[in-house]
């Protein structure tokens, strides 16, 4: 009976930057008690989360579950569902979760599609922009919510979407 209530505060600190995908990745390590065998589960979950896979993201994981970075890279390469890094040179990813969804994340989605010409999973043809979808990137609060390079913007219109990324591509044009 004394030794249940010093378990759990093991590994308590999440990611130096603060983002609040980190948490839902740690929820979903924590729930599986950091079993190196739960990695699939927690690459899907990060993919859900991200869009894709980055590198800082697949480094934090590795060392949460006490893994070689070389064996955590090997598993989100092997398998075709996960993909890492968009090769644009901006990245927007459109949160589809079902807050984000409700609050009219589909259209927002559509007019960038629209925009770009491209589908969500693609990157423009110039290389510029790269389009992804991810489901519920812990940002609910805001929905609907958009990350641009980065930054989490929320309660997005469709206009203001597509005015973001066209900044993008007009300084490029010009
Ligand atoms: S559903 Fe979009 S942030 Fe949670």
Known sequence: MQSSAVKGKKDKAGHPSGDKRFKVLDITMKRNQFRQDALIEV???AQEAFGYLEEDVLMYIARKLKLPLSRVFGVATFYHLFSLKPSGAHTCIVCLGTACYVKGG????????????????????DGQVSLITARCIGACGIAPAVVYDGTVAGKQEPEQAVERITA???TKAE
């Open 168 to 170: 993008w591509t007009k």
């Open 106 to 125: 589909g259209e927002v989605l559509a007019s960038l599609e629209k925009n770009l010409g491209i589908e969500q999973g693609e990157t423009t043809e």
């Open 43 to 45: 690459l899907h979950k």
